[in-house]
Protein backbone atom coordinates (compact mmCIF):
# COMPACT_ATOMS: atom_id res chain seq x y z
CA UNK A 1 0.00 0.00 0.00
CA UNK A 2 2.54 2.34 1.20
CA UNK A 3 4.67 2.17 -2.05
CA UNK A 4 1.62 2.76 -4.12
CA UNK A 5 1.10 5.72 -1.98
CA UNK A 6 4.05 7.19 -2.73
CA UNK A 7 4.05 6.79 -6.43
CA UNK A 8 0.73 8.30 -6.54
CA UNK A 9 2.58 11.41 -4.45
CA UNK A 10 5.20 10.81 -6.96
CA UNK A 11 2.52 10.77 -9.76
CA UNK A 12 1.17 13.87 -8.43
CA UNK A 13 3.95 15.84 -7.25
CA UNK A 14 2.80 14.42 -5.81
CA UNK A 15 1.28 16.41 -7.90
CA UNK A 16 1.54 15.82 -5.78
CA UNK A 17 2.11 12.39 -5.82
CA UNK A 18 0.70 11.73 -7.98
CA UNK A 19 4.21 12.63 -10.25
CA UNK A 20 2.50 13.57 -15.93
CA UNK A 21 2.90 17.41 -17.52
CA UNK A 22 2.32 19.28 -18.32
CA UNK A 23 2.21 20.52 -20.15
CA UNK A 24 0.72 18.97 -22.77
CA UNK A 25 -1.18 21.53 -22.98
CA UNK A 26 2.31 23.12 -22.16
CA UNK A 27 2.35 26.35 -19.84
CA UNK A 28 -0.85 28.20 -20.23
CA UNK A 29 0.59 31.94 -19.36
CA UNK A 30 3.87 34.14 -19.49
CA UNK A 31 4.22 32.99 -15.72
CA UNK A 32 6.91 30.36 -14.99
CA UNK A 33 5.55 27.21 -15.61
CA UNK A 34 1.93 26.30 -13.83
CA UNK A 35 1.22 22.86 -15.60
CA UNK A 36 -2.31 22.89 -13.79
CA UNK A 37 -4.54 26.18 -14.69
CA UNK A 38 -5.47 27.75 -17.70
CA UNK A 39 -6.88 30.81 -15.42
CA UNK A 40 -4.97 32.20 -12.17
CA UNK A 41 -1.77 30.67 -12.91
CA UNK A 42 1.21 30.79 -10.21
CA UNK A 43 4.38 30.90 -10.59
CA UNK A 44 5.81 27.71 -9.66
CA UNK A 45 9.47 27.93 -11.45
CA UNK A 46 11.14 27.01 -14.83
CA UNK A 47 13.16 24.74 -12.94
CA UNK A 48 10.51 23.09 -11.18
CA UNK A 49 8.61 22.45 -14.10
CA UNK A 50 10.91 21.11 -16.40
CA UNK A 51 11.39 18.07 -13.33
CA UNK A 52 7.76 17.66 -13.70
CA UNK A 53 7.83 17.96 -16.95
CA UNK A 54 10.69 14.77 -17.16
CA UNK A 55 8.59 12.74 -14.32
CA UNK A 56 5.62 12.63 -15.46
CA UNK A 57 5.30 13.52 -19.18
CA UNK A 58 8.47 11.91 -20.03
CA UNK A 59 9.04 9.27 -17.54
CA UNK A 60 12.26 10.19 -17.40
CA UNK A 61 13.57 9.53 -13.39
CA UNK A 62 17.15 10.44 -14.29
CA UNK A 63 16.44 13.94 -16.02
CA UNK A 64 13.27 14.69 -13.29
CA UNK A 65 15.67 14.16 -10.57
CA UNK A 66 18.82 16.45 -12.20
CA UNK A 67 16.20 19.23 -12.39
CA UNK A 68 14.45 18.99 -8.54
CA UNK A 69 17.96 19.59 -7.54
CA UNK A 70 18.24 22.38 -9.67
CA UNK A 71 14.79 23.82 -8.58
CA UNK A 72 15.38 23.68 -4.47
CA UNK A 73 18.40 25.74 -5.28
CA UNK A 74 16.92 28.16 -7.50
CA UNK A 75 13.33 28.15 -6.75
CA UNK A 76 13.47 27.20 -3.06
CA UNK A 77 9.88 28.83 -2.19
CA UNK A 78 8.74 26.31 -4.60
CA UNK A 79 6.81 23.18 -1.92
CA UNK A 80 6.17 20.88 -5.38
CA UNK A 81 9.84 21.07 -6.08
CA UNK A 82 10.61 19.26 -2.45
CA UNK A 83 7.40 16.82 -3.14
CA UNK A 84 9.11 15.83 -5.91
CA UNK A 85 12.35 15.63 -5.00
CA UNK A 86 10.61 13.34 -1.63
CA UNK A 87 8.85 11.09 -4.11
CA UNK A 88 12.20 10.29 -6.57
CA UNK A 89 14.34 9.55 -2.84
CA UNK A 90 11.86 6.88 -2.11
CA UNK A 91 12.15 5.17 -5.76
CA UNK A 92 15.64 4.96 -4.55
CA UNK A 93 15.47 3.68 -1.51
CA UNK A 94 17.07 7.08 0.10
CA UNK A 95 15.00 6.67 3.45
CA UNK A 96 16.73 10.01 5.24
CA UNK A 97 16.55 11.51 2.13
CA UNK A 98 12.62 10.77 1.49
CA UNK A 99 12.14 11.67 4.93
CA UNK A 100 14.35 15.35 4.63
CA UNK A 101 12.50 16.25 1.44
CA UNK A 102 9.37 15.56 2.94
CA UNK A 103 10.16 17.92 5.94
CA UNK A 104 10.96 20.21 3.59
CA UNK A 105 7.90 20.40 2.26
CA UNK A 106 6.10 21.22 5.05
CA UNK A 107 8.32 23.82 6.23
CA UNK A 108 8.00 25.61 2.66
CA UNK A 109 4.70 24.97 2.32
CA UNK A 110 3.79 26.84 6.07
CA UNK A 111 5.25 29.82 4.73
CA UNK A 112 3.49 29.66 1.41
CA UNK A 113 0.27 29.23 2.97
CA UNK A 114 0.65 32.81 4.43
CA UNK A 115 0.02 34.78 0.79
CA UNK A 116 -1.57 31.47 -1.13
CA UNK A 117 -3.27 29.72 1.16
CA UNK A 118 -4.73 27.57 -1.08
CA UNK A 119 -1.04 25.64 -2.94
CA UNK A 120 0.05 26.18 0.77
CA UNK A 121 -2.45 24.11 2.63
CA UNK A 122 -2.45 21.79 -0.09
CA UNK A 123 1.29 21.29 -0.01
CA UNK A 124 1.05 20.41 3.63
CA UNK A 125 -0.91 17.98 2.72
CA UNK A 126 1.07 16.22 0.90
CA UNK A 127 3.82 16.96 3.01
CA UNK A 128 2.06 15.36 6.08
CA UNK A 129 1.15 12.70 3.47
CA UNK A 130 4.89 11.92 2.99
CA UNK A 131 5.75 12.20 6.23
CA UNK A 132 2.96 9.67 7.19
CA UNK A 133 4.72 7.36 4.81
CA UNK A 134 8.13 7.43 6.20
CA UNK A 135 6.44 6.87 9.52
CA UNK A 136 4.72 4.04 8.43
CA UNK A 137 7.94 1.94 6.99
CA UNK A 138 9.93 2.82 10.39
CA UNK A 139 7.46 2.75 12.57
CA UNK A 140 4.22 1.13 11.36
CA UNK A 141 0.61 1.89 10.59
CA UNK A 142 -0.44 3.25 13.30
CA UNK A 143 2.01 6.19 14.46
CA UNK A 144 1.61 6.98 10.89
CA UNK A 145 -2.54 7.48 11.37
CA UNK A 146 -1.68 10.93 13.28
CA UNK A 147 -0.61 12.33 9.93
CA UNK A 148 -3.08 10.91 7.87
CA UNK A 149 -5.97 12.97 9.88
CA UNK A 150 -3.09 16.04 9.37
CA UNK A 151 -3.49 15.67 5.49
CA UNK A 152 -7.40 15.57 5.71
CA UNK A 153 -7.54 18.68 8.22
CA UNK A 154 -5.34 20.31 5.28
CA UNK A 155 -7.11 19.66 1.93
CA UNK A 156 -10.44 20.58 3.28
CA UNK A 157 -8.56 23.66 4.44
CA UNK A 158 -7.47 24.08 0.96
CA UNK A 159 -10.30 23.18 -0.55
CA UNK A 160 -12.73 25.70 1.47
CA UNK A 161 -11.24 28.19 -0.52
CA UNK A 162 -11.38 26.93 -4.16
CA UNK A 163 -12.88 23.78 -4.32
CA UNK A 164 -12.94 23.59 -8.21
CA UNK A 165 -9.26 24.19 -8.52
CA UNK A 166 -7.29 21.30 -10.66
CA UNK A 167 -4.02 21.30 -9.18
CA UNK A 168 -6.19 20.27 -5.78
CA UNK A 169 -8.70 17.68 -7.36
CA UNK A 170 -5.46 15.76 -9.18
CA UNK A 171 -4.79 15.28 -5.89
CA UNK A 172 -7.39 13.91 -4.27
CA UNK A 173 -8.76 12.54 -6.91
CA UNK A 174 -5.39 10.25 -6.99
CA UNK A 175 -5.82 10.01 -3.04
CA UNK A 176 -9.63 9.08 -3.29
CA UNK A 177 -8.34 6.26 -5.75
CA UNK A 178 -5.54 4.84 -3.44
CA UNK A 179 -8.34 4.82 -0.69
CA UNK A 180 -10.80 3.05 -3.01
CA UNK A 181 -8.60 0.44 -3.94
CA UNK A 182 -7.25 -0.30 -0.08
CA UNK A 183 -10.48 0.27 1.78
CA UNK A 184 -13.25 -1.97 2.26
CA UNK A 185 -17.17 -0.83 0.90
CA UNK A 186 -15.30 1.99 -1.35
CA UNK A 187 -16.05 2.95 -4.89
CA UNK A 188 -13.38 4.88 -7.54
CA UNK A 189 -16.70 6.46 -8.67
CA UNK A 190 -16.23 9.60 -6.80
CA UNK A 191 -12.22 9.79 -7.82
CA UNK A 192 -13.48 9.43 -11.92
CA UNK A 193 -15.72 11.64 -11.77
CA UNK A 194 -13.59 14.20 -9.82
CA UNK A 195 -10.52 13.44 -12.30
CA UNK A 196 -12.44 13.80 -15.30
CA UNK A 197 -14.33 16.94 -14.31
CA UNK A 198 -11.54 19.06 -12.43
CA UNK A 199 -8.26 18.04 -12.58
CA UNK A 200 -5.63 19.04 -14.47
CA UNK A 201 -3.37 18.57 -16.79
CA UNK A 202 -5.77 16.28 -18.55
CA UNK A 203 -2.96 13.55 -19.20
CA UNK A 204 -2.74 12.80 -15.54
CA UNK A 205 -6.37 13.00 -15.21
CA UNK A 206 -6.78 10.47 -17.72
CA UNK A 207 -4.04 7.71 -16.43
CA UNK A 208 -5.76 8.02 -13.26
CA UNK A 209 -9.25 7.37 -14.52
CA UNK A 210 -7.81 4.56 -16.46
CA UNK A 211 -6.38 3.16 -13.29
CA UNK A 212 -9.60 3.22 -11.62
CA UNK A 213 -11.24 1.60 -14.11
CA UNK A 214 -8.89 -1.58 -14.11
CA UNK A 215 -9.26 -2.10 -10.83
CA UNK A 216 -12.87 -1.74 -11.58
CA UNK A 217 -12.07 -4.49 -14.28
CA UNK A 218 -13.73 -2.42 -17.16
CA UNK A 219 -10.97 -2.61 -19.10
CA UNK A 220 -11.91 -1.49 -22.33
CA UNK A 221 -13.01 1.86 -20.51
CA UNK A 222 -9.62 1.86 -19.07
CA UNK A 223 -7.77 1.70 -22.13
CA UNK A 224 -10.26 4.12 -23.74
CA UNK A 225 -8.95 6.85 -20.86
CA UNK A 226 -5.36 5.06 -21.33
CA UNK A 227 -4.84 6.00 -24.83
CA UNK A 228 -6.18 9.78 -24.43
CA UNK A 229 -3.25 10.07 -21.85
CA UNK A 230 -0.98 8.37 -24.67
CA UNK A 231 -1.90 10.65 -27.42
CA UNK A 232 -0.72 13.44 -25.18
CA UNK A 233 2.50 12.03 -23.67
CA UNK A 234 3.14 9.53 -26.50
CA UNK A 235 6.74 8.70 -25.43
CA UNK A 236 5.95 7.90 -21.73
CA UNK A 237 7.25 4.46 -21.04
CA UNK A 238 5.31 4.53 -17.68
CA UNK A 239 2.11 5.30 -19.38
CA UNK A 240 2.73 2.77 -22.42
CA UNK A 241 3.33 0.12 -19.41
CA UNK A 242 0.12 0.85 -18.16
CA UNK A 243 -0.93 0.20 -21.57
CA UNK A 244 0.56 -3.39 -21.39
CA UNK A 245 -1.06 -3.94 -18.02
CA UNK A 246 -4.56 -2.97 -19.25
CA UNK A 247 -4.07 -5.82 -22.47
CA UNK A 248 -2.57 -8.01 -20.27
CA UNK A 249 -5.57 -8.17 -18.31
CA UNK A 250 -7.97 -8.05 -20.41
CA UNK A 251 -6.72 -10.64 -22.80
CA UNK A 252 -6.01 -13.07 -19.68
CA UNK A 253 -9.61 -12.83 -19.03
CA UNK A 254 -10.87 -13.04 -22.05
CA UNK A 255 -8.38 -15.71 -23.17
CA UNK A 256 -7.52 -13.48 -26.34
CA UNK A 257 -4.23 -13.72 -28.07
CA UNK A 258 -4.49 -10.59 -29.72
CA UNK A 259 -4.59 -8.81 -26.52
CA UNK A 260 -1.71 -10.38 -25.12
CA UNK A 261 0.39 -9.39 -28.22
CA UNK A 262 -0.55 -5.87 -28.01
CA UNK A 263 0.45 -6.10 -24.69
CA UNK A 264 3.76 -7.49 -25.03
CA UNK A 265 3.93 -4.54 -27.75
CA UNK A 266 3.38 -1.96 -25.53
CA UNK A 267 5.82 -3.89 -22.70
CA UNK A 268 8.38 -3.66 -25.51
CA UNK A 269 8.09 0.16 -26.34
CA UNK A 270 8.74 0.62 -22.38
CA UNK A 271 11.79 -1.26 -22.64
CA UNK A 272 12.88 0.80 -25.41
CA UNK A 273 13.57 3.37 -22.74
CA UNK A 274 14.44 1.63 -19.41
CA UNK A 275 17.34 3.82 -19.05
CA UNK A 276 14.77 6.68 -17.70
CA UNK A 277 12.84 4.10 -15.57
CA UNK A 278 13.81 3.43 -11.61
CA UNK A 279 14.49 -0.11 -10.53
CA UNK A 280 11.51 -0.95 -8.81
CA UNK A 281 9.78 -0.34 -12.14
CA UNK A 282 11.59 -2.68 -14.15
CA UNK A 283 11.56 -5.23 -12.16
CA UNK A 284 7.92 -5.42 -12.42
CA UNK A 285 8.27 -4.63 -15.64
CA UNK A 286 10.74 -7.77 -16.90
CA UNK A 287 8.39 -9.90 -14.65
CA UNK A 288 5.12 -9.34 -16.70
CA UNK A 289 7.20 -9.30 -20.04
CA UNK A 290 8.32 -12.66 -19.41
CA UNK A 291 4.84 -13.76 -18.42
CA UNK A 292 2.83 -12.67 -21.22
CA UNK A 293 5.25 -14.21 -23.42
CA UNK A 294 3.95 -17.52 -21.64
CA UNK A 295 0.55 -16.80 -21.89
CA UNK A 296 0.71 -15.82 -25.72
CA UNK A 297 2.33 -19.14 -25.97
CA UNK A 298 -0.34 -21.06 -23.89
CA UNK A 299 -3.34 -19.86 -25.61
CA UNK A 300 -1.26 -21.38 -29.33
CA UNK A 301 -0.53 -17.92 -29.97
CA UNK A 302 3.80 -18.67 -30.30
CA UNK A 303 6.50 -16.85 -28.92
CA UNK A 304 8.88 -18.37 -26.20
CA UNK A 305 12.14 -18.94 -27.76
CA UNK A 306 14.89 -18.97 -26.18
Known amino acids: ?3 RLNRLLTRVAIASSVTLTLLTSGIHSSLAGDPFRNSDPRNIGDKTQAAFDQLFKQ ?7 EYAIQATQSEPHEPLAYAMRASLAYTNKDMEGFK ?19 RGNLYLAVGYFLEG ?12 LPRLQKVFQY ?3 AEKVNPDDPELNLLKGYLELMLSV ?7 QQAIERLETYAAPNFLAYRGIALAYRDLKEYDKALQFIKEALQETP ?5 QYLTGQIL ?12 LKQALDYYNLAFKKEDQLPEVVLKSLRYEHRKVQTEISDLGGTTPQP
Open 1 to 3: MIL
Open 155 to 157: LET
Open 248 to 259: RSKGRKEKNVDD
Open 59 to 65: GNYKAAQ
Open 235 to 239: DNPEL
Open 182 to 188: NLPFSSP
Open 133 to 144: GYIFQTEGPVSA
Open 100 to 118: NYADKTIEVAQKLSDTDPL
